[in-house]
């Protein structure tokens, strides 16, 4: 005990407004794991604890304080840092390694189990929530969560693996997709590889995971009846196995599945998928973009083009260079018209005309959603043998869409859909902008309007949330 | 910031009286209830022993009396059984000296009870609590000491005949695990905290709660186990700060500020862990407390003693949905709650409004008054010592 106060002692002498200058201990305090000291010493050891740990020390005896001047003398005036408690005895080494990072880079987040409370809890794991992007799988994950929580009466948590949530976007998010959470909300993350954090599990807590990687990173984790996983075209392990047919983690049969949009089960479930097609929920997306701010009306036209999947550089150059000539050539009117783009991986670029189209992802959520909302034309750039979100891109913002699917040029069977596919080729898409700016030009009404009432069928239920997933979250709180 | 016209107060802990005080103590009531607590210290032993023995003591008459004992008194333990009707014995562990004082009082036909205030009676929320405290985990004397110490409290629970603990939700959960019948005193502030509080309050009303300089967050932490808890609030806290220049933080206790508050150290007021009378004065001082917690089964069984005694020097608090915070902060009335997406507007819809501070402040100082002060607290204590 005289030990620990001596050590206290002298490293209060070394600690000067927050700042360590000089440490002078020849040996550090081995005290017992419990122990009452007087509080002074104790804040002092904790702040030497928390030291140790800033500079990932692992040593013992004297050869920890020769170590600590030599690294003392060589940062200078280090920072003091936040220490998460103090219950370890600063000599302490751990034998084992430290965590590492999954496959990719990922981080896959660590369960211990305990008993059931009265509290109940959803959790969806995520790599980061994604609140700007049209028809992003978090962001329809949080919907899910967020409908599935209120449902249960539970609180939801929300693991964004590789990036902090942000508390003011998740707010805004929810605010615009009109979600209301009525329990706590949690946020946990990033996490950091090489560090031993940890999650508790409620025994038979529903855990949504918000992609393939995020469900495959929990397999080892979570049992298989706990955790749901979302299949959205917006994730690139589906868009793989929608393509390719191949999938171990698919082709499991011991999960539970939500499939964003019923062609894409449908889509899946042609590729042999099984368990998908036969056990999975599946529920079609919302774009209540009328939850926002009121859309002032304006003279100028807006265009989204819309990427889903990877950039390939063939695909974007095909689009661009349509959309170039589409406005040269002034195919979609007189109307001077804005360009956004929408897609994580959609590179900057200077059209033609020398515009630099805005890119939604450089927006701030409010900003990103209102002008989603005054959207006239889509070109949609949905990847090969995926289906498309055109119908509720079409709903939401009562756009036109151009889907270049590959497929040579149906117009819409149902002119009132006004969904136009085209191949993906230049003159295709140039033809189809065409037929969209003749298509809008024939009604003189905001097209966000004739979005809000429901013109295309698709409906009202389009823009709510809670309506699209009611059947879904009932299915997943069952039983629980 | 509140200016607090109130001198710093000399401290000493008013327990400190040597073993002959502490029985003739006892012996001065019809009905005598003798607490036991391991060391004494500022937080458990007062709030669940020194406090209750206060009220007890404080009654007109000779009706009751009450004393404490710590471990180095049970020397003297067959003095203690032969004057106490009743033992209660404040969240220690089973070690042989406690056992035989537990059944000297029991084959004396005199009742033990337990009384405990965090849940450390279930070995099943050991993991749980080593995570929410942020420990060590990979250093196995950390399991060692937390399932040794929740095991020990749980079997000196097993051998007392009922608990008594401070809020329903913890009762519950005692209720469940151990199947002993338990009963609710809530904490409270005894008569020196009442008593400083009291002198702040009236120099805040004095002063028409007036501020001056910046306006501060305050997080007051009495152990270094909360840099968890406190983390929560944190990135709300750096966003309000990068908002509105005039704000400041004053951390008291053990807390580090993260590295998102590294840019506005000069703003960041520390002060080291203070003895519970001054701390009032510290309190007093802030705009806002910040009472931020990790929800889960744990945090739930917390009582809200951050919020009344922030409440009697007419501080608002902001706070973590916890049970006990929910059951007594009615959001937008006496304080603020706040989910884990919303620290940054609860706290700004708290400094925004000037009149609506004040009336919060006036409503929890009321509800502090009533409920949380120990001069209203003789009829729980009483039923839960079985004496009504």
């Known amino acids: ?480 | 910031m509140f200016a607090t016209p109130v001198p710093a107060q000399p401290y000493a802990d008013p327990w400190r009286g040597p073993l002959p005080d502490r029985l003739a103590m006892l012996e001065r009531g019809e009905r005598r209830v003798a607490y036991y607590y391991e060391e004494p210290n500022t937080s458990t032993f007062r709030y669940r022993a020194y406090n209750m023995a206060q009220v007890l003591n404080a009654q007109p008459g000779s009706h009751y009396s009450a004393s404490y004992f710590f471990r180095r008194d049970l020397v003297a333990m067959r003095d203690i059984a032969d004057r106490a009707d009743l033992l209660v014995v404040c969240r220690s562990g089973y070690e042989h000296r406690l056992i035989r004082l537990i059944d000297l009082f029991q084959r004396l036909g005199k009742p033990v009870l337990f009384d405990v205030d965090d849940l450390v009676i279930d070995t099943r929320h050991t993991h749980l609590l080593i995570n929410t405290l942020g420990l060590d985990k990979d250093d196995p004397r950390i399991w060692d000491h937390w399932f040794g110490m929740i095991a020990r409290m749980r079997a000196t629970l097993d051998r007392c005949d009922g608990a008594i603990t401070t809020n329903a939700f913890l009762a519950a959960r005692i209720h469940e695990c151990a199947g002993k019948p338990t009963v609710v005193v809530p904490n409270f502030m005894n008569r020196e905290q009442m008593a400083i509080s009291q002198r702040l309050w009236a120099a805040k009303c004095e002063a028409g709660f007036a501020t001056a300089g910046l306006s501060m967050l305050g997080y007051f932490s009495g152990t270094p186990s909360h840099q968890l808890d406190y983390a929560t609030a944190e990135p709300a806290i750096a966003r309000l700060m990068e908002r509105r220049p005039a704000l400041g933080l004053t951390l008291v206790g053990f807390i580090s500020p993260g590295p998102a508050l590294a840019r506005y150290a000069d703003r960041i007021q520390r002060l080291p862990f203070t003895d519970w009378i001054n701390l009032q004065r510290h309190v007093a001082a802030v705009e806002v407390n910040l009472m931020p917690l990790q929800t889960n089964v744990f945090t739930d069984c917390k009582s809200p003693l951050k919020y009344f005694e922030a409440a009697a020097v007419g501080t608002v608090s902001v706070a973590s949905p916890t049970a006990n915070h929910v059951a007594c902060i009615d959001d937008g009335a006496n304080g603020r709650l706040a989910r884990g997406h919303e620290w940054e507007q609860q706290i700004e819809a708290v400094l925004a409004s000037p009149e609506g501070y004040r009336a919060m402040a006036e409503n929890a100082h009321d509800d502090a008054m009533n409920r949380h002060a120990w001069t209203s607290q003789l009829p729980a204590l009483l039923q839960a010592l079985g004496w009504r």
């Open chain 1, 1 to 480: 005990m005289a030990g620990a106060a001596e050590a206290a002692h002298c490293a209060e002498g070394a600690c000067a407004a927050g700042r360590i200058i000089e440490l002078q201990v020849a040996r550090p305090a081995r005290l017992p794991t419990s122990c009452t000291l007087p509080s002074r010493v104790i804040q002092q050891l904790a702040r030497l604890h928390a030291f140790q740990r800033q500079f990932g020390w692992r040593a013992t005896g004297s050869k920890l304080w020769r170590m600590a001047r030599h690294r003392l003398a060589a940062a200078g005036q280090a920072q003091w840092q936040a220490a998460p408690g103090l219950h370890t005895s600063p000599d302490w080494a751990s034998p084992f390694p430290a965590p590492q990072a999954a496959h990719g880079g990922r981080v896959a987040p660590r369960f211990f189990l305990v008993p059931r409370s009265s509290r109940r809890r959803v959790t969806l794991l995520c790599e980061r929530l994604e609140a700007r992007r049209l028809c992003d799988a978090s962001r329809t994950a949080l919907a899910l969560a967020v409908v599935t929580a209120n449902r249960l009466q539970a609180d939801l948590r929300l693991i964004a693996t590789q990036q902090a949530p942000d508390p003011g976007a998740l707010n805004a998010l929810l605010r615009s997709q009109g979600l209301a959470l009525n329990g706590e909300c949690i946020l946990a993350g990033p996490l950091p590889a090489h560090t031993g954090i940890e999650f508790d599990r409620l025994d038979g807590e529903l855990m949504l995971a918000a992609s393939c990687a995020c469900a495959t990173d929990c397999l080892n984790e979570v049992p298989a009846a706990d955790l749901v996983c979302l299949l959205h075209a917006d994730d690139s392990a589906v868009l793989e196995a929608a393509q390719a047919g191949a999938s171990p983690l698919l082709q499991r049969t011991d999960l539970r599945w939500v499939v964003c949009s019923g062609s894409l089960q449908q889509q899946l479930a042609s590729r042999g998928f099984t368990a998908v097609a036969q056990q999975a929920l599946s529920f079609e997306p919302a774009f209540p973009l009328a939850a926002g701010e009121p859309v002032s009306l304006e003279a100028r036209r807006h265009l989204l083009l819309q990427l889903t999947g990877p950039a390939d550089r063939e695909r974007v150059a095909i689009a661009l260079a349509a959309l170039e000539s589409a406005l040269a050539d002034g195919v979609l009117g007189p109307q001077p018209w804005d360009i956004v783009f929408a897609g994580a991986e959609l590179p900057q670029v200077a059209l033609a005309d020398g515009r630099r189209p805005l890119r939604i992802d450089d927006l701030e959520v409010p900003a990103a959603w209102q002008r989603l909302r005054t959207v006239d034309v889509v070109l949609a750039l949905p990847l090969p043998g995926v289906p498309l979100l055109a119908p509720w891109l079409r709903s939401a913002t009562g756009a036109v869409v151009v889907a270049c699917t590959g497929s040579a040029t149906t117009s819409a069977d149902n002119p009132a859909e006004r969904v136009i596919h085209c191949a993906l080729e230049r003159s295709a898409i140039v033809q189809a902008l065409r037929r969209a700016s003749e298509c809008i030009g024939h009604d003189v009404r905001p097209l966000h309007q004739q979005a809000s009432a429901g013109v295309d069928g698709v409906g009202s239920a389009a823009g709510d949330w809670s309506h699209a997933l009611s059947a879904t979250a009932s299915s997943l709180a069952a039983g629980r």
